[in-house]
C-alpha cells in the first residue's frame, strides 16, 4: 500500500515535470536548429539527430539592415513599462488598499468593499472593450505609440490587482498593530511606514510578482497602442513570424521573453517558503 | 505620570442614530496620579470603550478628558503619551525584542544612551534580558505579550499604562510574578496604571481601587474592601464574591427590620423612607456563621449540603424558599441538618430598586 503510495506519487511527479518542461526543452532544440532540421522530420538530439547552429539566435541581436530583427529594444522597453507600471501600481495600489483597509468610506450607498469591488471589476472586463477607450485616450493625449502611454495604461490594469492583493493582506494585518504604533508615538504617516508596511512585505512581493507576469505578457494593448516608434516584446515576437515560420528564432525569443518570469519566480519562493506570512500577533 | 479627569464622558458607537444605543452612559470620574485601579465587569460591559477613549483610538460622544487639569478630549493618541496594553501580544514581527522596546523611545528621539539604559531595565523586570537581540516573532505567546507589555513601562513619563486583560495569554505562576511586577513597578515609579479585567480576585489583588461596571454603566467605585463589604448595587454584590452575596426578597417591617420567612431580622439600615416596601436583604456568607449565643438575627434552616473547599466549608441550607449559603472555618462542626444561623445587623446591606440604601 504504502510502495504503491509513493510509486504514483513520483509517477504523477515525473509525469508533470516531462508535462512541463518538455515544451521547454523542445524550444530549446529548435532554438539551435535551421530549415533542414525542423522539416526534416522528428529530430531531438544534437549533434546526433541534427547539426545545432546559432542562427536562431544570431538573428535576434542583428539590426534589420544586416538582415536581423533586433529584439534587445523592445527587450528593454518591455522591461522599462513593465517595471515602472508596476512600482507605481504597486505604490498607488497599497495606499489604496491601504485606506481601504483601515478607514470607512461612504458615499450614498457605496461603501468601502463597493470601491473594492470596482477595482477588481476593471479586471474582469473583457480587455477589448477598454481597446476603444483607451486608444482615443491616448491618442487625444498624443501618447499613442509612447512609451508613457504604455506605462499609463499598464497603471489602469495593473492597480486593481495591487489593490486586490493588499486590501486582503492588511485586513488580515490586525489593527492593533496601527494602534500599538499609535499610542508608541508614531502619526499615522509613522505607523504605515514604520510598522505596517514592514509587516506587509511578503503581501507587496506577491502583489509585485502578478504586477509583473500581468504586465509583461500582455500581448493585446502593446499590440494596439503601438505602431513604429516604440515596441514591447511580445508584440515584437509575433512580428517575427513570416511565410516561412522562423521555428529557430522564435523558439529562441520566446525562451528570452520568460527567462525574467523564471528568475522573478525563483526569487518570491525563497522569500514566501521563509514562512514571513505569519501573523503578528497571536 | 498624571491625574486623569473624566468628566461626563459618554459614548455611542452610532451617535447619529435617533435612538442611539450607549456604549458607555454617562459617568464622571477621576484616576489619581500613582494608582491602580482596576476596571472590572462581564464582557461587553464598556471596560475596552472607557480604555480606548482614554487613550484617544475612540473620541467620546460627549464629555472631555482631562491628564493634569489640561483638555485632551481633541489631542491625538500619540500626542497623548500614554501607553496600552491589549488583550493578546502586540509586536512589530520585523523588529528584534530591542527594538520593539526602544520603538516608543525611538518615536519620542530618546537619546541613544538613555534608550538603552530604558530598554535593559525593562528587561530586567520582564526577563526578557537574554532575548535582547532575537527576532521579537521568534518568540512564544505569552513572551511577546511581556514585549507589549515593557513597550508599555518603557517611557518613565507616560500619563498611564492602560492594560487591556493584559494576562490572558500568559500561564497562571508568570501570570501571578507579572501581577507582583506590576505592583512594584507602580510602586518603584509612581506610574499609574488601569487595569481591565473581568476576574475579580485579579482585580482585588491587584488594585487599590476597582471600578465595577455592568451594561455600560459604572456601578460603584472603591477599594476592595468597600466593594465586598457595601456593594453599592445588587449585581455588585452578585458579581463579586465567591460565592455571591446572599440575596433574599422581602418586606420591610419595621424602622430597622425586615421579614425574612417569619423572622425578624434586624439591620443597621434606616428603613423609615422606603418608597415601597419590597427590597432584597443582601448578606455575605463570610458574615453568617452557627449561632453562638447571640439571641437575635436568628434563622432556623435545614442544611442540604457542606462543601469542604480546602480552607473554609460552605454550607447550602434552605431557609423557607430561600437559599442561604454560608462560609465557616474547616474546624466547624455541623451539627446535623437542622442549624442556626447568625446574621449580624451590621453587615446587612438593604437594596431598594437593586440599589443600596
Known amino acids: 500500500m504504502n510502495k504503491l503510495y509513493i510509486f504514483l506519487k513520483y509517477f504523477f511527479i515525473v509525469v508533470w515535470t516531462v508535462f512541463v518542461v518538455a515544451p521547454f526543452l523542445w524550444a530549446l532544440t529548435t532554438s539551435f536548429k535551421d530549415f533542414q532540421s525542423v522539416n526534416g522530420g522528428v529530430t531531438y538530439i544534437p549533434w546526433v539527430d541534427f547539426e545545432p547552429n546559432l542562427e536562431g539566435w544570431k538573428v535576434l541581436v542583428k539590426s534589420p539592415a544586416k538582415g536581423g ?74 501618447l499613442l505609440d509612447s512609451l508613457t502611454g504604455l506605462i499609463v495604461v499598464y497603471i489602469v490594469l495593473l492597480m486593481p490587482i495591487a489593490v486586490w492583493i493588499m486590501v486582503d493582506f492588511f485586513n488580515k494585518v490586525p489593527r492593533e498593530i496601527d494602534e500599538t504604533a499609535l499610542i508608541d508615538g508614531c502619526n499615522p504617516y509613522q505607523a504605515f511606514l514604520k510598522v505596517v508596511l514592514p509587516n506587509s512585505i511578503p503581501g507587496l512581493i506577491v502583489a509585485g510578482m502578478f504586477c509583473i507576469i500581468f504586465g509583461w505578457i500582455d500581448f493585446f494593448f502593446a499590440f494596439i497602442l503601438t505602431f513604429t516608434e516604440v515596441q514591447l516584446l511580445p508584440v515584437k515576437i509575433v512580428a517575427l513570424n513570416s511565410s516561412v515560420t522562423p521555428w529557430w528564432s522564435l523558439s529562441a525569443s520566446a525562451l528570452v521573453s520568460v527567462a525574467p518570469l523564471i528568475i522573478v519566480a525563483f526569487i518570491v519562493e525563497r522569500y514566501l517558503s521563509k514562512g514571513n506570512l505569519s501573523g503578528a500577533i497571536k | 505620570m498624571a491625574k486623569i479627569d473624566l468628566s461626563n464622558i459618554s459614548h455611542s458607537y452610532n451617535p447619529n442614530d435617533p435612538n442611539p444605543v450607549y456604549a458607555l452612559n454617562p459617568f464622571s470620574m477621576t484616576w489619581e496620579n500613582g494608582n491602580r485601579y482596576a476596571i472590572l465587569g462581564p464582557s461587553g460591559c464598556g471596560k475596552t470603550t472607557m480604555l480606548n477613549i482614554v487613550s484617544g483610538l475612540v473620541r467620546p460622544s460627549a ?151 455592568s451594561e455600560g454603566e459604572v456601578v460603584q467605585t472603591g477599594s476592595p474592601k468597600e466593594l465586598f463589604e457595601r456593594p453599592n448595587t445588587t449585581f455588585v454584590g452578585y458579581f463579586i464574591g465567591s460565592p455571591a452575596m446572599n440575596l433574599f426578597e422581602s418586606e420591610a417591617s419595621s424602622n430597622d427590620s425586615v421579614k425574612i420567612n417569619n423572622t425578624l431580622i434586624k439591620t443597621h439600615t434606616n428603613l423609615s423612607n422606603l418608597k415601597t416596601k419590597k427590597i432584597k436583604l443582601g448578606i455575605r456568607s463570610e458574615f453568617i456563621k452557627i449561632a453562638q449565643n447571640q439571641n437575635e438575627n436568628l434563622v432556623d434552616v435545614n442544611v442540604e449540603k457542606v462543601e469542604d473547599l480546602g480552607n473554609y466549608k460552605l454550607i447550602t441550607a434552605k431557609l423557607g424558599d430561600f437559599t442561604i449559603k454560608s462560609k465557616v472555618t474547616r474546624d466547624t462542626e455541623i451539627p446535623n441538618s437542622k442549624v442556626k444561623l447568625h446574621i449580624p445587623a451590621d453587615r446587612c446591606c438593604v437594596y431598594e430598586d437593586n440599589k443600596l440604601i
Open chain 2, 63 to 213: 464629555g472631555r478628558i482631562l491628564f493634569d487639569n489640561k483638555d485632551v478630549t481633541d489631542l491625538k493618541t500619540e500626542d497623548r503619551n500614554i501607553a496600552q496594553v491589549f488583550q493578546f501580544p502586540v509586536i512589530y514581527n520585523t523588529m528584534t525584542v530591542y527594538e520593539n522596546l526602544a520603538f516608543p523611545l525611538k518615536c519620542r528621539d530618546f537619546s541613544k544612551s538613555k534608550t538603552d539604559e530604558r530598554v535593559n531595565s525593562v528587561a530586567e523586570t520582564l526577563n526578557l534580558k537574554s532575548f535582547l537581540n532575537s527576532p521579537a516573532r521568534k518568540l512564544t505567546a505569552d513572551q511577546k505579550q511581556l514585549i507589549s507589555l515593557g513597550r508599555g513601562l518603557v517611557r518613565e513619563d507616560v500619563a498611564a499604562v492602560l492594560m487591556d486583560e493584559p494576562l490572558t495569554v500568559i500561564d497562571p505562576d508568570l501570570k501571578f510574578r507579572l501581577r507582583r511586577n506590576l505592583k512594584e513597578i507602580n510602586e518603584q515609579y509612581k506610574t499609574t496604571l488601569v487595569y481591565v479585567t473581568h476576574d475579580q480576585n485579579e482585580a482585588m489583588t491587584f488594585a487599590d481601587n476597582i471600578i465595577v461596571m
Open chain 1, 69 to 142: 530583427v533586433d529584439i534587445i529594444e523592445p527587450y528593454f522597453n518591455s522591461l522599462f513599462v513593465t517595471c515602472t507600471a508596476s512600482l507605481i501600481s504597486i505604490i498607488l495600489g497599497t495606499l489604496s488598499a491601504y485606506a481601504l483597509s483601515r478607514y470607512t468610506f461612504k458615499a450614498g450607498f457605496v461603501k468601502n468593499n463597493d470601491i473594492t469591488f470596482f477595482f477588481i471589476s476593471q479586471r474582469i472586463m473583457p480587455p477589448i472593450v477598454l481597446s476603444i477607450p483607451f486608444f482615443l485616450f491616448l491618442s487625444s493625449i498624443n
